[in-house]
């Protein structure tokens, strides 16, 4: 069943949260929304789950209008960052709750907690109450309880932000594997975290103060970014201003060959390119700048050289002989790594 | 200089396993001094002239003479009956009304909830007197009989300690996590069985601590049962208070109250137990 928001607006006391979404999640695909806090992400999420009224628009879950039932009467499973286990229930009766609520009958509820238990890898903690488990084995339980009921929408609301890093990862992975296991289940997955949305999601919705910014699958995102803030938010970016020449545009007296079509020769533009794909040394669209700032991460150098007034940032495999503070220094980038994209913020 | 901290590492540990007795003795006396001057040699006073009669001499006279009376054995069981029917009363309706106030969104719940802080400091036979005017013998509404039997007292009682429930149940509400009760509801739960099933169960100890309040209150309540007037509801106090200020038998009315105490302490212990078992 797949999730429909028909302009969607919520406000809280005339502070719009949540301005006009349209978005649509089809059955059984994993959409994460992606957003800074206060960009508007949980907020409809908590619009799909029936615990903030929208101001106006509808939501969909699949063809029923689903905007004016109750939460108990949506059939959605939620998961949440704070877990929201029931702490005086051990495990099986936490899972065994939606199902007793919905009135299964008591001969299958058994069988359905096991299941449930099962699939998440907890079956041998059934017993335990919830605070004898470690974070991420309360996650675990929490994610059974939602799918106990066999929900077709999951909500997953900062699921890992919780967890550290470690089991995030772990967790990321076992995610990855429920949505396989289950591939009708529809996922609205909430996050401000890049990677788990990169990792986990067939689309990012990818918002910003209330608003939609972007949507796409990972990929076109990542490769070919539509305006700055998810350029910048979505894998980290430089953002350069340029001016439009034909078939190039002008960074620091140098001239970039990249796809111009469809912008206006002369106009400003904002040329973007990952900090990973830029070299150091001679090569194609090759500019000079200063080593302003150099920082080692183990696997790679992160280098900050001013060019022309604007920084550069360029990650490259560890150095052998890395350049010194204040250093003049030659970086290249290949045309076909390079977007260009509407004059953004960056022309500041 | 490391060895200086290995030095007063070890000092410190020394002094923490085995405190020094007499430092300890200093702060620990003040407060127990007090505690045997003001509360347990008057008790102690009340206990002996217990076992003394007015006749002379230690007996357990004044005892068989309390306990053969029919004006005992009454005034027991109405107290007793009274403490137990208020404090299920008052939990009762202090929890509905407390999930009310943190539940319902309505303008001005906070302003009810800092009432309660306020209703609590108010002395309880004011609440009788706010009673009496509205229902009593001249009252507004007009008269009804009810006030001065002991349904009156249970009312009066109900009403005045309502609010020692309702405290410790909204700071445990405040605690509650709402993402609980949204999880609960997202699950299919309506409003009863999320009461039922996570808030009541989470209430609890706040259910068990207010309550043992109340019910020793109420078991000591001497203020409302004077002020409502009743005459044929004598309670424990009420007896001890006749018999001392009014028949002059001293013997008598120690007797009455140290019964009384014990009741006090069986009955909260036997609660705590109870309440303990209940997972509270």
Known sequence: MGIRFDSVTVAYDGNVVLDSLDLTVEPGEVMALLGPSGSGKTTALRAVAGFVRPASGRVFLGDRDVTDLPPYRRGIGMV??????????RVDENVAFGLRARKTPKGEIRGRVAEALEMTGMAAYARRFPRELSGGQQQRVAIARALAIRPDVLLLDEPLSALDAQLRSGMLAELARLHRELPDVSMLYVTHDQVEALTLADRIAVMDAAKLRACGTPRQLYRAPTDEFTASFVGGANLVPVTVGTGGVFFAGTEVKVD???????????????????????????????????????????????????????????????????????????SEDAVLLPAGVSHG | MAEAVQKARVVRGRSRSSPRPFGALVWALPPIAALILFFLYPLALVVQQSFHPDTGGTSLQPYAD???????????????????????????????????????????????????????????????????????????????????????????????????????????????????????????????????????????????????????????????????????????????????????????????????????????????????????
């Not at chain 1, 949440?80 to 229930?89: K, M, N």
């Not at chain 2, 943190?102 to 009673?131: C, E, M, N």
């Not at chain 2, 109340?214 to 004077?226: A, H, K, P, R």
């Not at chain 2, 109250?257 to 609660?271: P, T």
């Open chain 1, 80 to 89: 949440v960052q704070q877990y929201a286990l029931f702490p005086h229930l």
């Open chain 1, 260 to 334: 111009t079509d469809g912008v206006i020769p002369g106009a400003w533009a904002t040329l973007c390119v990952r900090p990973h794909l830029v070299g150091l040394g001679e090569g194609p669209n090759q500019f000079i700048g200063t080593v302003t700032e150099i920082q080692w991460r183990g696997a790679t150098h992160r280098l900050y050289v001013n060019v022309d007034g604007h920084t550069v940032m360029a990650d490259l495999r560890e150095l052998k002989n890395p350049p010194g503070l204040g250093d003049s220094v030659s970086l290249h980038f290949a």
């Open chain 2, 66 to 280: 309390v306990f053969a009376s029919e004006g005992f054995r009454h005034a027991l069981w109405t107290t007793v009956w009274l403490a137990l029917a208020s404090t299920a009363g008052c939990l009762v309706l202090g929890f509905l009304l407390a999930l009310v106030i943190a539940f319902v969104p309505f303008p001005g719940a906070k302003a009810v909830a800092r009432f309660i802080d306020v209703y609590l400091s108010f002395p309880s036979f004011l609440i009788t007197l706010a009673l009496l005017f509205i229902y009593g013998t001249t009252g507004i509404v007009g008269s009804f009989q009810f006030l001065t039997t002991p349904w009156g007292v249970l009312l009066a009682e109900v009403t005045y300690f309502t609010p020692f429930v309702m405290r410790p149940l909204l700071a445990a509400f405040s605690q509650l996590d709402t993402a609980q009760l949204e999880a609960a509801s997202s699950l299919g739960a309506r409003a009863p069985r999320i009461v039922r099933r996570v808030i009541l169960p989470e209430a609890l100890p706040a259910l068990a601590a207010g309550g043992s309040l109340v019910l020793v209150l109420c078991l000591n309540e001497f203020g409302i049962v004077l002020f409502t007037g009743a005459k044929g509801v004598t309670t424990l106090p009420m007896l001890v208070y006749s018999k001392a200020i009014l028949e002059s038998d001293y013997p008598g009315a120690c007797v009455v109250a140290v019964v009384n105490v014990l009741i006090s302490v069986g009955l909260y212990g036997l609660y705590r137990v109870v309440s303990r078992r209940a997972g509270a």
